[in-house]
């Protein structure tokens, strides 16, 4: 491997047998029995290339040579009945041991980035508008502000598709997705690919422009609408729409919260409590796993969006907190 910078962009490490064989590792072994299949299969290509202790040694190949070769083989293969054995693979016992702790300890946790770096403000100040009905993005009207709405919907999604039994998204449990979510989640299934701009694009895909007149968007033009107004019912609505359209649970704890918005003027801390309730019922809906809970650490207020509807609001550093719990003790995502 290069240990400077100029040898890195010569690239020569790339043609060298090491770098080949890691690559092959890295693209084709994805499983114990394949892992399995290829050391026999090396074993058998050495055991024809080395030779055995009782012939003589070849004319192309020094006695010095074919000691070190030997030795080299003895040390990555042992027999199976092998008095060495046991004290060879000791070690592994250990590894078992800490295998078994962090499963028993340890609850896989869905990845979200912090979208407070520039890289991604670039990404979401720069993001062009979605028109539904052509189905295309408008280069022309780019983002003069920050966009915020869509990349926290898109942490929740990550969190309430995280299967924590696969360390995968998946999104078979969801009362009714729809065809934009279900190709999204299709193509970004794995927590660990990179947040770029293609990711970016093809979750505003999912949720811009939706045909609901329940969803208000900042209005940048007559025929599409853009840039989600920020409102916790807003959100909702957009979680229903993309996730659970239909769904009789779902519309019941909407129904509620949108009376405690209208039934008075100032939230109280019994409405906020019943809100709360409400948000975190539709959250377990949506949710792969059950276990999560929502928390407020603010006071919120209430708001009329550009579509005339009222809404929750609360103070940006007061945040809502989605739970997602473990087995023993709640932990802090959001």
């Given at each position: ?65 074919g000691k070190k070769a030997q030795k080299v083989f003895d040390s ?224 919120f207020f209430t708001k009329e969006l550009e579509n005339d509807i ?25």
């Amino acid at each position: 491997m290069p240990t400077t910078y100029e040898e890195f962009l010569k690239g020569n490490f790339l043609c060298n047998p090491k770098f080949l064989i890691q690559s092959y590792f890295f693209e084709y072994i994805d499983s114990v029995e394949m892992y399995e299949e290829f050391v026999r299969a090396v074993y058998g290509l050495l055991c024809e290339q080395i030779l055995n202790k009782d012939e003589k040694k070849s004319e192309n190949v020094c006695m010095e040579t074919g000691k070190k070769a030997q030795k080299v083989f003895d040390s990555l293969f042992i027999k199976q009945d092998s008095a060495e054995l046991p004290s060879k693979v000791k070690y592994t016992e250990y590894f078992r041991l800490v295998e078994h702790k962090l499963n028993d300890e340890l609850q896989p946790m869905p990845y979200v980035e912090s979208t407070n770096s520039r890289h991604d403000v670039f990404l979401q100040e720069f993001m062009p508008s979605y028109n539904r009905k052509t189905d295309e993005f408008v280069n022309a009207e780019l983002s003069k502000y920050t966009i915020s709405i869509e990349p926290a919907l898109l942490f929740l999604f990550f969190l309430f598709a995280f299967d924590s039994s696969t360390g995968r998204y998946d999104i078979s449990h969801m009362p009714n997705p729809s065809k934009e979510l279900k190709r999204f989640f299709a193509k970004y299934s794995d927590p660990l690919q990179v947040m770029d701009y293609t990711m970016y694009r093809e979750w505003h895909r999912v949720v811009e422009d939706l045909p609901n007149k329940d969803i208000s968007y900042r209005l940048n033009s007559s025929d599409s609408r853009n840039k989600i107004q920020f409102g916790i019912l807003n959100m909702i609505y957009i979680m229903r729409e993309i996730a659970g359209k239909n769904d009789t649970k779902i519309n019941e704890n909407i129904e509620s919260i949108k009376n405690i918005i209208n039934d008075s003027d100032e939230i109280s801390d019994s409405d906020i409590d019943r809100f709360l309730i409400d948000v975190q019922k539709i959250c377990i809906s949506l949710s792969k796993n059950k276990e999560i809970k929502t928390q407020k650490n603010g006071k919120f207020f209430t708001k009329e969006l550009e579509n005339d509807i009222m809404d929750i609001g609360i103070y940006e550093d007061l945040p809502l907190e989605i739970i997602y719990k473990k087995k023993r003790k709640p932990r802090v995502l959001l």
